[in-house]
């Protein structure tokens, strides 16, 4: 063999095995890099907080008033939750009449009134709506009383004035009849009926704001009537 031939063999040896031990660095050196991204990634894990799932809010749900279900029970068969009903609003229906007509109607004008919601109920367009609606259907009342009947006698401002009250529940009745319209009616469903503002709110349709108002100017007026807190004149 030529010494060129074995001068090439050899070089091939030598670059086989530079070869092999640049492969085993290269190997060497990508375990190395996995080792350390996977310690790396260890760390990482064990320094984060456990993964949570953000919270997910349940749907806001709307509780229907009672009335509401009431009249949905009525006109789906059940009539005899209208008892409930009756119970409920009556006395605001007693104290929305009382406080414009005579003393003596007001109970048989209750029971006709709530017959009549019980026969039109079906037209009643919103179920939430059945103490504004049952209200002004006791207004409509009262001004149909007044002008079929020619014998009621109207309590008036000039009556109250010459029958200085005594104080008695009928007298304070009289009183607040004669007071202006816009406060007569609140008035009698919170002294007389014994409902309280929120109530009153509640059931009649009105703002809570109004029926504030009502009972503040309403009752400056009736105290002036009944004398007490007016300041004499020399």
Same mark, same amino acid.
């Given at each position: 063999m030529s010494?060129?031939?074995?001068?090439?063999?050899?070089?091939?040896?030598?670059?086989v095995?530079?070869?092999?031990?640049?492969?085993?660095?290269?190997?060497?050196?990508?375990e190395?890099?996995?080792?350390?991204?996977?310690?790396?990634?260890?760390?990482?894990?064990?320094?984060?907080?456990?993964?949570?799932a953000?919270?997910?809010?349940?749907?806001?749900?709307?509780?229907?008033?009672?009335?509401?279900?009431?009249?949905k029970? !009525?006109?789906?068969?059940?009539?005899?939750?209208?008892?409930?009903?009756?119970?409920?609003?009556s006395?605001?229906?007693?104290?929305?009449?009382?406080?414009?007509?005579?003393?003596?109607? !007001?109970?048989?004008?209750?029971q006709?009134?709530?017959?009549?919601?019980?026969?039109?109920?079906?037209?009643l367009?919103d179920? &939430?709506?059945?103490?504004?609606?049952i209200a002004?259907?006791?207004?409509?009342?009262?001004?149909?009383?007044?002008?079929?009947? %020619?014998?009621?006698?109207? !309590?008036?401002?000039?009556?109250?004035?010459?029958?200085?009250?005594s104080?008695?529940a009928k007298?304070?009745? &009289?009183?607040? %009849?004669?007071?202006?319209?816009?406060? %007569?009616?609140?008035?009698?469903?919170?002294f007389?009926?014994?409902?309280?503002g929120?109530?009153i709110?509640?059931?009649?349709?009105l703002?809570?704001?109004?029926v504030?108002?009502?009972?503040? %100017?309403?009752?400056?007026?009736?105290?002036?009537?009944?004398?007490?807190?007016?300041?004499?004149?020399?």
């Amino acid at each position: 063999m030529s010494d060129k031939r074995k001068r090439q063999i050899s070089l091939g040896q030598n670059a086989v095995a530079l070869l092999y031990t640049a492969t085993d660095r290269s190997n060497n050196f990508q375990e190395g890099a996995g080792m350390l991204e996977a310690e790396a990634t260890a760390d990482m894990l064990l320094m984060t907080q456990p993964f949570k799932a953000p919270p997910i809010s349940a749907p806001e749900i709307v509780e229907e008033p009672v009335a509401a279900q009431l009249v949905k029970a !009525v006109l789906a068969g059940q009539r005899e939750r209208f008892s409930a009903l009756y119970e409920m609003y009556s006395p605001m229906v007693h104290g929305i009449l009382l406080a414009r007509v005579p003393r003596g109607e !007001v109970d048989d004008l209750v029971q006709d009134i709530f017959l009549h919601a019980l026969r039109k109920l079906h037209t009643l367009r919103d179920a &939430a709506a059945f103490g504004p609606w049952i209200a002004m259907i006791a207004r409509n009342r009262a001004m149909d009383f007044y002008r079929s009947s %020619r014998e009621t006698v109207e !309590v008036t401002e000039q009556m109250a004035v010459d029958k200085p009250p005594s104080g008695t529940a009928k007298e304070i009745l &009289a009183l607040i %009849r004669s007071l202006p319209e816009a406060y %007569r009616e609140t008035l009698v469903l919170r002294f007389v009926e014994g409902m309280t503002g929120p109530e009153i709110a509640a059931r009649t349709g009105l703002t809570p704001a109004s029926v504030r108002v009502n009972l503040h %100017r309403g009752t400056k007026l009736l105290r002036q009537k009944m004398g007490v807190g007016a300041v004499a004149r020399p």
